[in-house]
């Protein structure tokens, strides 16, 4: 293998050297052709061409190498020239902003300006007010001055009064004393609502309604109804109420009437008084009224404040000694009603009754006792001088009645003035069933009375039975034998007119 490498090179070699031979016999003959200058001066003009063109790749490499710089200047400058346009954006806009700045600047400028004028103006104001405050500080001081000179002179009366106060106070205090004295010799008055006291009132009379209702609408028993004794000594003491011996309505009406007219008149008369006092009744009241309540109606319509104050004086005389014959009052008046009336009442329940009126008679006591010391005088009226219903109302005897407030021409009442007492004894004939009431100079509650029409049924009724009685009586009389008059069972009021005779 080694071997034919060698030849193969060897061979090569041999053929190598026959070229350059022929090669340089090529040339050779070349050298002396004629053409020969011609290639040398090609030959020549091809380097002369090739140092050109050697020379010109060298500018060509020169102006490549000096483009690239410029290039890269350029490249450069066009990126400062952008920064710069960056640049000048930004500094656009912060020309703009500084002149918005500028403008505010100049409108806060503006306004300070202004701001200024008006506080020149306000100084020029304050100077002018500053000299006339001076001009009146001084005026001031003027006057202080003189002021000081009068304190000065005050000052001297007043250690003088000083010197005389003491002696001032001694004798308030002394005059305090007095008064507190004084006021302990009567009794504080207090005030109290119409509507108050109406609701006091009506507590009373409603419960008297109560009671005649509760025994008097009831029938009465036959051994009563037959007793004419009885029913003839009864009419002595409810007269002028018509009062027949019998069950019938109009009979019930006139027994609850005569009730309520014997109850509330003792009530009026010895119970609704602004003073109690232990004297007899001669001695106590002048024609059935009692003489100090009189006085006082008197002054309570001439001079209030005057009668409020005896008012409140006598109240304060021994009050306990007045609650003491209050009550002891009120037991003579249950105990006279019972005993007028309280036959009526069947056997069994006459101690309930006796004890229902002294309860009632109490409860008046004690409730009237709340309004005697009111500001305002709490007045009963029995009889007026014109009987109209700003001071009268009919009788309430039936019993859906009882729970109605009396009204006048659709209104509470209180409507007219008060009444005087002095016509207590008028001529003008009413038959009273309970009392009205004033408060101030107004009335407050009207009373009730029985009217003709009321008990025009009773009143028929009794006249029937004495007809019959006297035909009776006359029958009796004309008969040969007379009969002997059946024997008749005493009453209270025979007993009570027996031992008043």
């Avoid at 509507?195 to 009465?220: H, P, R, W």
């Avoid at 109209?388 to 209180?414: C, F, I, M, R, V």
Wanted: charged share 30%; glycine share 6%.
């Amino acid at each position: 293998m080694a071997s034919e490498v060698g030849a193969q090179a060897v061979g090569t070699q041999e053929v190598a050297n026959r070229d350059v031979a022929n090669f340089l016999e090529i040339l050779r003959a070349l050298a002396h052709n004629p053409s020969t200058t011609w290639i040398d001066q090609v030959y020549k003009d091809n380097e002369t061409m090739k140092a050109s063109m050697k020379e010109k790749e060298d500018d060509h490499d020169a102006l490549v190498r000096t483009l690239t710089k410029v290039q890269k200047k350029l490249d450069s400058e066009i990126t400062k020239s952008i920064d710069a346009t960056s640049q000048s954006e930004e500094a656009k806009a912060k020309a703009n902003k500084l002149t918005g700045e500028i403008e505010e600047a100049k409108k806060t400028i503006a306004d300070k300006e202004k701001k200024l004028q008006e506080d020149a103006s306000a100084i020029t104001t304050l100077k002018g007010n500053i000299e006339t405050l001076n001009k009146e500080v001084k005026t001031r001081d003027d006057v202080i001055k003189k002021h000081e000179g009068k304190q000065a002179t005050d000052g001297a009366r007043i250690k003088e009064l000083e010197g005389s106060l003491g002696t001032t106070k001694d004798e308030l205090q002394t005059k305090l004393r007095e008064l507190k004295e004084l006021q302990d010799l009567s009794v504080k008055v207090v005030d109290g609502s119409k509507e108050f006291v109406l609701g006091v009132i009506d507590k009373i009379y409603d419960y008297a309604k109560v009671l005649a209702f509760k025994y008097y609408s009831e029938d009465l028993p036959e051994d009563i109804i037959a007793n004419t004794g009885l029913f003839d000594d009864l009419r002595k003491f409810v007269k002028p109420i018509p009062f027949p011996p019998s069950n019938s309505v109009a009979a019930k009406k006139a027994r609850i009437a005569a009730f309520l007219a014997a109850l509330g008149s003792r009530l009026a008369d010895r119970i609704f008084l602004p003073f109690y006092t232990s004297l007899g009744e001669d001695q106590g009241q002048q024609d059935g009224i009692d003489t100090i309540a009189m006085m006082l109606s008197d002054l309570s319509l001439t001079d209030p404040k005057r009668e409020l104050h005896l008012r409140s004086v006598l109240l304060a005389i021994a009050p306990e000694e007045q609650k003491k014959i209050a009550f002891e009052r009120a037991d003579e008046i249950a105990n006279e009603v019972f005993g007028i009336l309280g036959i009526l009442i069947n056997p069994d329940r006459q101690p309930e009754f006796h004890h229902d009126i002294k309860r009632l008679c109490h409860l008046a006591v004690e409730s009237w006792n709340i309004l005697r010391p009111l500001r305002e005088k709490v007045e009963p009226f029995t009889e007026t001088q014109v009987e109209t219903e700003t001071y009268w109302l009919p009788a309430e005897l039936d019993g859906g009645s009882q729970n109605k407030k009396p009204q006048t021409n659709g209104k509470p009442n209180g409507l007219g003035s008060k009444p005087s007492l002095h016509s207590l004894k008028s001529a003008n004939k009413v038959v009273l069933v309970w009392p009205g009431f004033s408060y101030g100079a107004d009335v407050l509650k009207q009373g009730f009375m029985l009217l003709d029409t009321q008990v025009r049924g009773a009143d028929e009724e009794t006249q029937s039975l004495k007809r019959n009685m006297r035909a009776m009586t006359r029958a009796a009389n004309s008969s040969p034998m007379q009969q002997r008059r059946p024997l008749v069972r005493k009453s209270k009021l025979q007993v009570l007119s027996m031992s008043a005779e």
